[in-house]
């Protein structure tokens, strides 16, 4: 299993941005997609963004597409999301994993999560 690392996060205004970054430790991502997933108190994990491998494709849920934006840079095994119009609605703690993206979304064993980097919005 490769280590993730997310950081990125912190505190922010509705209608600002933040820019998150999921990092592999000592492995390599290979040719996994990779994605980002959230989950706020109370409620399940959400599955929010996905890109594939070597990058092109990608996937949002609905309540992101036109303000996030997902990308990689496969020679620093980091992946990024772009935040922008952030609404309190997407206040949660931020997760990537390893997968694959199947019917929009990222699917996967996903048996190791990180800590997460928590992404608060308000005013």
């Known amino acids: 299993q490769v280590q993730l690392v997310e950081s990125g996060g912190g505190l922010v205004q509705p209608g600002g941005s933040l820019n998150l970054s999921c990092t592999a430790s000592?492995?390599?991502?290979?040719?996994?997609?990779i994605g980002w997933f959230r989950q706020a108190p109370g409620k399940e994990r959400e599955f929010v963004a996905a890109?594939?491998?070597?990058?092109?494709?990608?996937a949002y849920v609905d309540s992101v597409k036109g303000r996030f934006t997902i990308s990689r840079d496969n020679a620093k095994d980091t992946v990024y999301l772009q935040m922008n119009e952030l609404k309190p609605e997407d206040t949660a703690a931020y997760y990537c994993?390893?997968?694959?993206?199947?019917?929009?979304?990222?699917?996967?064993?996903?048996?190791?999560w990180g800590q997460g980097t928590q992404v608060t919005v308000s005013s």
């Open positions: 994993n390893r997968g694959q993206i199947r019917a929009g979304k990222l699917v996967g064993d996903f048996d190791s």
């Open positions: 000592g492995r390599t991502f290979s040719t996994y997609a």
């Open positions: 890109i594939n491998w070597p990058g092109g494709k990608t």
